[in-house]
């Protein structure tokens, strides 16, 4: 069990990791990173999962229309647990293996719009489709979900939220299968 100082660390770390992004504006590639508990002073670490950036565009490509985010989170997530899991295990044998570290979570960040929000009268920018947005989302191994979200209509206000229920939305659902196929 993570202890209440890592999950501060953690809420601290991914916001500085969402401003970085945002200090590079918008229609960004997504990222996914893995998580990472030091053994010997319980320090956290963060690795990019080396993913090609093609691999967010090759879906729309072979669909001929854009494919939400999600989608492609879940199929990564789907083959980085099945066909895949020999990348997996070797991409978090290097970064496991470099300073005695355990994965203890997954990290998204990306654009996308927002269907829950839309025509929400704050957000001038909101259309019957949704609201533009960028979402950091991570989960760890307790099952904690930590989202930020950022309007793309209003730039300078974020919301975070840390939360310790099932994952109930696709992105966090993804995660947890790649927190499931780290473990095996």
């Known amino acids: 069990m993570l202890t209440d100082a890592f999950v501060t660390a953690v809420t601290g770390t991914l916001t500085v990791m969402e401003r970085d992004v945002n200090s590079d504006g918008w229609d960004a590639t997504p990222y996914l990173w893995g ?19 093609s691999v967010w565009t090759r879906m729309a490509a072979a669909a001929g229309t854009a494919v939400p985010n999600w989608v492609t989170v879940d199929f990564i997530a789907r083959h980085l647990s099945g066909d895949g899991i020999a990348f997996l295990h070797r991409w978090l044998g290097r970064a496991a293996g470099r300073e005695m570290r355990s994965c203890v979570g997954f990290v998204y960040c990306g654009e996308d719009l927002d269907t829950q929000r839309t025509r929400d009268p704050d957000v001038p920018a909101a259309t ?14 307790d099952g904690r979900t930590y989202q930020i979200i950022r309007d793309r209509a209003t730039p300078d206000r974020t919301v975070t939220t840390v939360d310790l229920r099932p994952a109930t939305s696709a992105i966090p ?6 927190i499931a196929a780290a473990q095996r």
């Open 128 to 141: 019957p489709d949704g609201i533009a947005v960028r979402a950091l989302i991570a989960r760890d191994i």
């Open 35 to 53: 998580m990472f508990q030091n053994h010997r002073d319980r320090s956290l670490d963060f690795d990019a999962l080396s993913l090609p950036p």
């Open 173 to 178: 659902a993804s995660l947890d299968r790649l």
